[in-house]
Structure formats: C-alpha cells, structure tokens
C-alpha cells in the first residue's frame, strides 16, 4: 500500500461465538492492508453496544486503531458523558458519530436530535481527545428533504467539530464529486473519504441498496439480475466494477477508501490485489 493512500475497513458484531471467531480471522487476513482504523457498527439506539465494545476492544488488543460508530438517538446528555468516559478509560481515539435511527418501542427521540449536536457536545466534553468521523450521503440522506438540505446538515456537522467523513457506499463517482465540491463550496475542508461496497451477492446488495437509500444505475441493477444463481459470473462482474470506481475515485483525488467488509476478508482483499493496495 502506499503510505499517502490510506485504507480503511468497517466490522459489525457478530452475534453468535462462531461468528467472533469467523470475524477474528478475516480481520488477521484484512491486516496485510495495513489499515489506518477499523470501525464497528453500532445498531438502532445502541442495540448493539456490547458487542461493538467488545469488537473494538478485540482490535485495539490486536494492536490496531479502532473506531466505534456511536449514536444519540433516544440518548442523553448524561448517558453520553457516561459512554465517552468509558470510551476513553478502553484507549479509544476515535468515534463515528450519527444520529442513528430511532427503535422501534422508542418514545423519544432523547436530548439530541441531530448528529451536528452530538459532534458539538463531544467537543465540548472531551477537547480534541477523540478524532470524529461523520457520514456523508453523495446521493442524499434518504429521510433529508433536499440535496441542498441534506449537505447543509452536512456542512453543519464538519462544522460542530468533525475531523473527516465516511460517505455511504455508491457506484456513481460522478456523484461523490459533485458532493465534495459542492461541500468545498460551504467551507468544508476536512477528508471525505468514499464508503466502497464489493458486489458479491446479487440480491443482497440490491436488497441493502434500497433499504439504505443508495442508487445502483440501472445497467448494473440489470446485469446483476441477468446473471440469476451464477455467483462466479457476479463476483467477477462486481470486482470489475467496483475496481473501475475505486481507480476513478482515486485518480480524482479521493483521500483514502473505507470498505465495508461484511465481515469477510476475501472481496476486499481481492479488489485490493486488484488495485494494487496490497501484494
């Protein structure tokens, strides 16, 4: 890899024993990338926060710089102080902070209603302790009421105190383009580093892609439905295209590329290989 071009993956908590031991060994293999931090999700209202804790102290013990994804919905400021203290007695450096979606069951939305306030209240708090990774939507948050919108909810989040951004995953390089400029227009200076989905499994990233508001241009959408059950002919269509996006966004200057790995090492040490991040 080279030192100027920096990588890095993001884990879920596995749920069950064998999947600790499954994500265990795919993170020794995803080390020969040399990654600046892995990141660990965190699901609706913190209902995973034991098990990204765990993760996160799993990859600090192993030696690497971790960051928890950590979310405000139905928090309060009290609970927050709570988390953070606990965040820095683990060694912990760095946040991504969202809003996060609020449960089901879930009466209040809590004391922070945006992730430009959790940012500014972590600032507050801790000074300059934590580096934060915000989320950033080229193709617009799925709940913003504009693109305008949604990248002045952006812009306000850089501005409360965030370090660099992770946008969501895309296909579309010309839209992450046109939403970094557009946030350089707004004063924002700090790294937005693409989100990078390998395709492995037709349904799956169909199905994942609507849920989470991102858009698979039509042509993809369609060869991918061609190909029905053939998984070999989707992998190696997928690492074609993915591979293609990855060297666009790096020869237009993307600061860096964060993989969401699913928990897997093969796909993204293969587009890697591909890439020539790694031997």
């Known amino acids: 890899m080279t030192p100027d071009f920096p990588l890095s993956l993001e884990f879920f908590p596995p749920k069950t024993p064998e999947g600790a031991e499954k994500l265990a060994a795919a993170r020794q293999q995803l080390y020969a990338l040399d990654p600046t931090f892995c990141s660990v999700t965190y699901g609706a209202g913190g209902s995973t926060q034991d098990g990204t804790l765990q993760t996160v102290q799993?990859?600090?013990a192993e030696g690497r710089d971790s960051a928890s994804h950590f979310t405000c919905v139905g928090a309060t400021r009290d609970s927050v102080r709570e988390k953070l203290a606990q965040f820095k007695a683990m060694g912990l450096r760095r946040l991504v902070a969202l809003r996060g979606d609020l449960p089901s069951g879930y009466g209040s939305m809590g004391e922070f209603r945006y992730a430009s306030e959790l940012v500014a209240f972590i600032r507050a708090e801790t000074g300059d302790h934590f580096h934060l990774e915000v989320a950033a939507y080229p193709e617009m948050h799925p709940q913003a009421r504009s693109p305008q919108a949604d990248l002045q909810a952006f812009a306000a989040k850089v501005a409360a105190g965030a370090s660099s951004a992770i946008t969501q995953f895309f296909f579309n390089a010309d839209a992450y383009f046109r939403f970094v400029d557009e946030a350089h227009a707004l004063g924002v200076n700090v790294p937005i580093v693409p989100g990078i989905m390998p395709i492995t499994n037709a349904s799956g990233i169909l199905r994942f892609a609507d849920s989470c508001g991102a858009d698979i241009p039509r042509w993809i959408r369609l060869r991918l439905q061609s190909?029905?059950?053939d998984s070999a002919s989707i992998k190696a269509f997928g690492l074609e295209v993915v591979g293609a996006l990855c060297e666009?966004?790096?020869?237009?200057?993307?600061?860096g590329l964060h993989f969401y790995t699913m928990n897997q090492s093969g796909p993204t040490l293969t587009l890697c290989r591909q890439?020539?991040?790694v031997a």
């Open 227 to 229: 190909f029905g059950d």
């Open 248 to 255: 666009r966004l790096r020869a237009g200057g993307a600061p």
């Open 275 to 277: 890439l020539g991040l």
């Open 58 to 60: 799993a990859i600090l």
